[in-house]
Every structure is written in structure tokens, then in C-alpha cells.
């Protein structure tokens, strides 16, 4: 319910210069992990930037979203997709790669496990999602690798990539 | 990082295109939600904005200060009736907050 609090409070939000902004990776640390000590920096960066509070409340709607799942979450490029994206994902155990093709509306999409987890996830079904949900990918991991072909890029949203693995209906 | 970026993230003047007792009591009441916000404790002021601004869950909020659900609630909670009431001893009723928000002079 919106009050007058709520309002004042926003007022003096839009009034704040909150100063350089913190970078995905330490969004996503908060987000994941927490502070030891909620006076340090960041956090009142937090309080006084609406951009960073929007995407702390993104990462960690995608991080319940995880819940029982084991889903890695990774940046990846902003702009429209033209030159390849390899990103590896925040937990390192994948790496996931967007190769466009030149003069075409489409992409080969890999994803490429981290050998300390090889063992464990091979044969699993891989699925990558774009930011809007979007699956790009889902593909069968054989020796630590799965790939596909992707079409329609103009509507991929790659600022942010989830990646999941299952084997016969459980989550690895 | 340009104007435009800023003005994007949300950093913009508080009284453009105001009338000047407007700017002024807009002015005074970001000075007063300031000053409030500045006497809370940091983990206070972070949950009742994030809560109210940000709309972040209290789990999400639990995993940044790393607290219960439950805790975070009762900083929430403390957090909202402090402010209200450093705005009241600073002279800003609910109603005279909303009114100088909607545009007109306190």
C-alpha cells in the first residue's frame, strides 16, 4: 500500500547522487551472500541508488527462483548480440559462449562444464535461459559440453544467463 | 557517467519547474526524510528502503544482512515507526508530507 512515507521516502531518493555504482559481480555477492558488516559502503549505496536496489531485487528474485535447483547465474552483453559472448557463470561451473553467425539470425550456443564437475554432471540435460526466460539452449552434456543453434537473436536479452542442469527429471 | 545516466538512475533535482515555496518545502522535506533516515542504523535504513522502494522480499533481504525473515520484519517494522515519527517531531504530518509532494506548499 503506498503512503505518504513511501512517497517522502522516494523523494529524497531521487535527490541522491549515489556515486560510482557497484559492479554485477559484487551486486550478486550481496545478493547470494550478505554482508558481515551492514555499515560497510555498498550498503548505503543500496539505500540511496535506485538502479542498484532494482537489480539487487532481480538477482535475488532469480536466486529464489534457484531454490532447490542448481542454477548459476552469469552477466553477459548488454548490447544487441553481434561479436561472440563467453561468460562463465558466478559458482564457475559452467561457461557459457554465444557465437553469432555473420550475416545471419542466428547463433551457436555451447555451454562448457568446469572439470571439477565434469564427473557429476555428464549426461545431464543443460538448459540455458536468457534474462527474459528465454531458453537458448537444451542439450545433452557429453564429455562436459553441450551445444545448439539458436535462432532470433534481435529478441535475446543476454545481461543475465541462468543455467540448469537435470537428469531424468531431478536436478543435479 | 553522463547527466543523462544519472537523471536516468534516479538523481534529479528535487524542485524543477516549481513554484518557489513549493521547491522550498520540498527541499525542507527531503532535508527532514534525510536527517531521519540519518539517525537510523545502517541495516534499518537499507530494509525499509529496500522494503518500500525496492520491493525486496524479506528472505532477500535476510540473505544481504544475513538475519531471519523474522528479524528483518521487526527491523522493518522499527524502521518505519522511527521515521514517522522523526518526521512528526520535525513537523511533518502524513498529510502535509503528501500534500507537498502532490504539488502543493506545506
Do not use: N
Not at chain 1, 572439470?115 to 536468457?130: H, M, Q
Not at chain 2, 518545502?25 to 537510523?40: I, Y
Request: hydrophobic letters at 45%; one cysteine or more.
Amino acid at each position: 500500500m503506498r503512503t505518504s512515507l513511501i512517497e517522502a521516502l522516494a523523494l529524497w531518493r531521487r535527490t541522491q547522487a549515489p556515486g560510482p555504482h557497484p559492479s554485477f559481480e559484487e551486486l550478486w555477492t550481496l545478493a547470494a551472500d550478505g554482508v558481515r558488516d551492514p555499515a560497510v559502503p555498498v550498503v548505503g549505496h543500496l539505500a540511496r541508488c535506485a538502479r542498484c536496489g532494482g537489480e539487487l531485487r532481480e538477482l535475488a528474485e532469480a536466486i529464489d527462483e534457484a531454490s532447490g535447483w542448481d542454477v548459476a547465474l552469469a552477466k553477459a552483453a548488454s548490447a544487441r548480440l553481434t561479436t561472440p559472448v563467453v561468460v562463465g557463470t558466478a559458482c564457475g561451473r559452467y561457461t557459457v559462449a554465444v557465437h553469432p553467425r555473420p550475416d545471419a539470425d542466428e547463433a551457436v550456443v555451447t555451454v562448457e562444464v568446469a572439470p571439477a564437475f565434469r564427473d557429476a554432471l555428464e549426461g545431464a540435460t543443460v538448459t540455458v535461459l536468457d534474462r527474459g526466460g528465454r531458453e537458448l539452449l537444451s542439450a545433452r552434456l557429453v564429455l562436459g559440453r553441450a551445444s545448439g543453434r539458436l535462432r532470433g537473436l534481435a529478441s535475446l536479452d543476454c545481461t543475465r544467463v541462468v543455467v540448469r542442469a537435470e537428469r531424468r527429471g531431478e536436478h543435479v | 557517467m553522463s547527466l543523462d545516466d544519472e537523471t536516468a538512475h534516479g538523481h534529479e533535482p528535487a524542485t524543477d519547474e516549481l513554484a518557489p515555496e513549493e521547491a522550498a518545502a520540498r527541499q525542507e522535506l527531503v532535508r527532514a526524510v534525510g536527517d531521519c533516515l540519518e539517525a537510523l542504523r545502517a541495516e534499518m535504513r537499507v530494509v525499509v528502503l529496500g522494503r518500500l522502494l525496492d520491493g525486496l522480499t524479506l528472505e532477500a533481504l535476510g540473505r544481504l544482512l544475513r538475519g531471519s525473515k523474522d528479524r528483518i520484519w521487526r527491523l522493518e517494522r522499527a524502521a518505519r515507526r522511527s521515521l514517522r515519527s522523526c518526521l512528526e517531531q520535525k513537523g511533518w504530518e502524513a498529510e502535509d508530507t503528501l500534500a507537498v509532494i502532490e504539488g502543493g506548499a506545506r
